[in-house]
């Protein structure tokens, strides 16, 4: 969140990714066992190769190619193109020289590298109806592997391979379990692949599959294909379903979430507590900011009277608290914003967060606490990749004390995050550890993931953002319906995390707002209603997506909306609670 309207953040996406203009997405990958995890070469053909399950860019398996004489160990697949139609092509790759193309067409190389990184490239058909991918290395350069590829965009049909099977419904779920059943997929049918994302997590022959070894309360997106000697069939529509085992938040299914001015004004005006309307599911109270960037120890100072004439009593303030959280409503406080930096470089500074944090939570009575912190609170060390175990002290600090907070106040502690798009999805393509580029891109990854058990809604700010690539490999800019379309599927499908190799899950549709501000002058990217509903459709009904294709499928049980602020939407007279709060009940 912002006092101001243009952040830093913001000023390093204009100067990091100028002159890069948006796309748009096409349909799905068309190849067949994309990432290898048939733990076989099906579907391609291959000279001198085979799967390796050490290294993988994710999943279980990978290619491996090992030239031999005069051979460079291609290995190609052909799909069916429609004529006159533009794809993208992707392989992730590591190790000796690596070749990437389509035959008669473009092609790209990666030279020797002992990390996985990504090739990418386009191209357009002529009047064809098929194309051929193929990955090879080069004489005597010794072993190459691939994994993740991709070839993006409407396919045609190749002849003899199945229909389609009908999209998987959801039988018996348990907290650690999903079944899945289908309808048969026309033609002569070998059997089916279950598939979450690229990666195949069931073979069978029938058309059900129970997938297990799950985790409780966790939301999977499955699709199907069939596959017979001659080709994997195109995948089903996709299906997603949550264990069981979810604690309830006490929310709305579709919540109304916003900001509300209680240490400052802005220009807005001051409004208080009492004032707030019912409308509004969980208020933030911003901010609570530290007395040192370095010190841990949070103060929560109320608006003074000389910049907020109307501001009420701490007594009245505490009162309307109350009586809010009779209505239901859940009320935090927000720590950081863009003058509250916040780097726990200690572990003093960490038992002082808890410690001051606890006394404001305690004082206001308070239902948990919202991290919104931006600038430079957040960043990775040099060779820190793993964002599952980080080792940078701002990070292991941070999430050691929001554990602690957890455990402190039990399962009703609501707790919630505002990062930017330079701290999340940006680390598709950059990732700070990594020691290229700014250490900052990506370094919320690590702390939403340690603590995705107990993240009540993770609300991105898609606004103040520079433009962002999304899994459609294409660049896209707030603004329209298509950024935040784009952003939260990001969150929902999850994503490989640049350059390491690992991949970062997706997250319950009920963990995931989308946060946009509520009018032009609170921050960069204001997005008219009729395009935030456009949006919100898009995730929670598959509808009016656009050119937009959904990876992570739809989203029922989104959340829904965060806004900065409760308070210019008061100066704006209320469009953003009007015309949302509304729009969020009507959906089912």
Not at 289 to 304: A, D, H, K, L
Request: proline share 5%; charged share 10%.
């Amino acid at each position: 969140m912002r006092r101001s309207r243009l952040s830093a953040t913001l000023a390093a996406f204009v100067l990091a990714l100028s002159g890069l203009a948006a796309g748009h997405a096409e349909a799905a990958n068309l190849l067949a066992n994309p990432g290898f995890e048939a733990g076989s070469l099906s579907g391609w053909t291959c000279a001198n190769a085979t799967t390796v399950t050490t290294p993988v860019h994710g999943g279980g398996h990978a290619l491996a190619g090992t030239p031999v004489g005069a051979d460079y160990a291609q290995c190609a697949q052909t799909v069916s193109v429609l004529p006159n139609t533009t794809y993208t092509v992707s392989a992730w790759v590591r190790g000796n020289p690596v070749y990437l193309g389509i035959t008669g067409g473009a092609s790209t190389w990666s030279g020797n590298s002992g990390a996985y990184n990504q090739l990418s490239l386009t191209f357009t058909t002529g009047n064809q109806t098929s194309a051929q991918l193929y990955l090879h290395g080069w004489y005597g350069a010794g072993t190459y592997y691939a994994d993740a590829v991709v070839l993006d965009g409407p396919g045609g049909s190749t002849p003899g391979t199945p229909g389609a099977p009908g999209t998987p419904a959801t039988g018996g779920v348990t907290t650690n379990s999903i079944a899945l059943s289908w309808g048969a997929a026309a033609g002569t049918v070998t059997g089916y692949r279950v598939y979450e994302g690229n990666t195949a997590v069931a073979t069978v022959t029938g058309t059900s599959a129970t997938i297990s070894g799950l985790k409780a309360c966790e939301t999977h997106s499955y699709a199907v294909a069939a596959y017979n000697s001659a080709g994997e069939s195109p995948k089903s529509s996709t299906t997603s379903a949550t264990t069981t085992g979810c604690v309830d938040t006490g929310l709305p299914k579709h919540s109304l979430i916003g900001y509300l001015h209680s240490s400052f004004a802005n220009g807005s005006g001051y409004v208080r507590m009492a004032d707030v309307p019912a409308a509004w599911d969980i208020i933030d109270l911003a901010f609570g900011e530290p007395t040192s960037v370095t010190s841990g120890y949070i103060r929560f100072t109320r608006c003074p009277a000389a910049e907020c004439p109307n501001v009420e009593s701490d007594a009245d303030f505490t009162a309307a608290i109350k009586a809010k959280q009779a209505q239901g409503k859940k009320v935090l406080i927000s720590i950081g914003g863009q003058n509250g930096q916040v780097q726990l470089t200690t572990t003093a500074a960490r038992d002082k967060f808890v410690s001051s944090v606890s006394a404001i939570i305690d004082k206001y009575g308070l239902n948990g606490l919202d991290v919104d912190f931006e600038g430079h609170s957040l960043s990775l060390n040099a060779g820190d990749t793993d964002f599952r175990n980080p080792a940078t002290p701002v990070i292991v600090n941070l999430i050691s004390a929001l554990k602690s907070l957890k455990a402190k106040y039990g399962s009703g502690f609501v707790l919630t995050m505002a990062p930017e798009t330079f701290f999340v999805q940006v680390g598709y393509q950059f990732y700070g550890g990594s020691g290229a580029g700014d250490a900052r891109t990506g370094a919320y990854l690590p702390v939403i993931h340690a603590l995705r058990d107990s993240l009540t809604v993770l609300h991105v700010q898609d606004y103040n953002s520079g433009p962002v690539m999304g899994l459609d490999n294409q660049y896209h800019t707030m603004g329209g319906a298509e950024f935040p379309i784009a952003m939260t599927d990001m969150l929902k499908a999850g994503f490989t995390v640049a350059n390491t190799g690992q991949f970062f899950p997706g997250l319950r549709p009920d963990q995931i707002a989308v946060g946009l501000p509520a009018a032009v002058s609170a921050g960069n990217g204001y997005t008219s209603p009729a395009d935030v509903q456009t949006a919100v459709n898009c995730l929670v009904k598959g509808s009016g997506c656009g050119s937009y294709t959904l990876r992570g499928g739809t989203s029922p049980a989104l959340r829904g909306l965060m806004t900065w602020s409760i308070n210019w939407d008061k100066y704006y007279n209320w469009e953003f609670q009007n015309s949302h709060e509304p729009f969020l009940n009507s959906l089912p």
